[in-house]
């Protein structure tokens, strides 16, 4: 990229800005490229059972490699001459390899026959996934295609993608709950360095902050991603979504009430978690409910909610900063110090949190009546993965 800009000219050109555009467009669609490769090779190699566990352990990976291949720049580029340069062709020859060699390693076990439960713990299934026995009610005899387990949790018949999942009532709920949730976290990780000026933070202390929240954010994708699993038939999955949204509510309002330094500190903290959270139990939904053949896909829809929910919040946190009483210019920049710099923006993100909690219990209901409807019904599909 470098020699490429180089070639165009001085970086301040428009032209060099244009290829730099493109390449980083390039970036992205490698990076993006890779990552749902793996990601959906392994959803589908995995059992339901395992799925919450599989998803925040992949996409904990994604979430964390940029601060990885950071210090990899601070500690072994940054002190050195040309040191961007060196850094960016490092990551040019050991990219494209490990995703390479990854790619021949990763191995197809989608095809391997599961377990099958028996007539009585299809029945206790049932039980504890709180669906009401019907007097008609008879447990299949055999059913070779896929355990009654995955059944209880998916209720699912048929993979489904295109214009019949983005006009799925159940798919729109999930998208923008998510939206809500993971553009709250999204705000809040975009302006965590602005939120620690205007409370008077060091800035000392704004690189610690920042990595707080991405191992914060980390430590909830793995742990709602286990508990998801271990409660699976004692807690439906949007339960998760709903708790993430009272974390994420509860977090913006404390710093806009108190807004100080141990306040954003705890915040982070708690917005890590539910960020996470977010992002592991809504990709997971994902796959369980609308199959796993068409997974990149329907994830690249998912992926979206972030996107606009991110950017909406984003533009009005910006809009409110300027405009607050604590703001003023120092040189070609606007600063802002005080409460009023963020708290109305983490308000507005607060209630819309605990607003998404009443989109989770009509996911949950929809997700139940489902699950009452398809109970035991073979998922033909699952097998042919």
Same mark, same amino acid.
């Given at each position: ?154 209720? +699912? ?20 709950? &998510? ?18 000026? +205007? ?22 994708? =793995?742990? &709602? ?14 339960? &998760?979504?709903?708790?993430? +949204? ?7 309002? =404390? ?30 939904? =994902? ?17 979206? +909610? ?35 710099? &963020? ?43």
């Amino acid at each position: 990229m470098q020699f490429c800009l180089r070639a165009f000219g001085d970086l301040s050109s428009s032209s060099a800005y244009l290829l730099l555009a493109f390449f980083l467009f390039l970036v992205g669609q490698g990076s993006y490229g890779g990552f749902i490769a793996a990601f959906s090779r392994n959803i589908r190699n995995f059992s339901q059972a395992n799925r919450g566990k599989i998803t925040g352990a992949m996409i904990g990976g994604f979430a964390i490699s940029s601060g990885i291949y950071a210090q990899i720049y601070n500690f072994g580029f940054k002190s050195t001459s040309n040191g961007i340069s060196h850094y960016l062709l490092m990551l040019a020859i050991m990219l494209p390899a490990i995703l390479i060699i990854g790619g021949f390693l990763q191995l197809d076990a989608s095809g391997i026959q599961r377990p099958v439960a028996s007539a009585d713990e299809e029945l206790e299934l049932r039980e504890d996934s709180g669906i009401e026995e019907e007097d008609d009610f008879e447990p299949p005899i055999d059913s070779d295609v896929v355990s009654p387990e995955e059944n209880i949790i998916t209720g +699912a018949t048929v993979d489904v993608t295109g214009r019949k999942l983005i006009f799925d009532p159940t798919f729109l709920i999930l998208w923008a709950v &998510f939206s809500i949730g993971s553009g709250s976290g999204l705000m809040w990780i975009n302006n965590v360095g602005s939120m620690g000026s +205007a409370v008077g933070m060091p800035a000392s202390q704004r690189p610690i902050i920042v990595g707080i929240l991405a191992i914060s954010n980390l430590t909830g994708r =793995l742990f &709602f991603g286990y508990m998801g699993d271990l409660l699976a038939h004692r807690l439906q999955r949007p339960w &998760f979504l709903i708790i993430s +949204a009272i974390i994420m509510s509860f977090a913006h309002l =404390l710093h806009a009430i108190v807004a100080s330094v141990p306040s954003l500190y705890i915040s982070t903290i708690f917005t890590g978690l539910a960020y996470g959270g977010f992002f592991t139990t809504s990709v997971t939904i =994902l796959s369980i409910l609308f199959g796993t053949k068409f997974f990149s896909m329907n994830n690249s829809f998912l992926s979206l +909610a972030p996107a606009g929910g991110g950017l909406a919040f984003g533009f009005i946190a910006g809009i409110l900063y300027d405009k607050s009483d604590g703001s003023h210019m120092e040189g070609d920049e606007v600063v802002c110090s005080g409460r009023g710099c &963020f708290g109305n923006s983490l308000i507005i993100t607060s209630v819309m949190c605990i607003l998404s909690i009443a989109g989770s219990i009509v996911l949950r209901h929809r997700i139940k009546k489902r699950l009452a409807a398809n109970v035991f019904q073979p998922l033909e599909t699952e097998t042919k993965l």
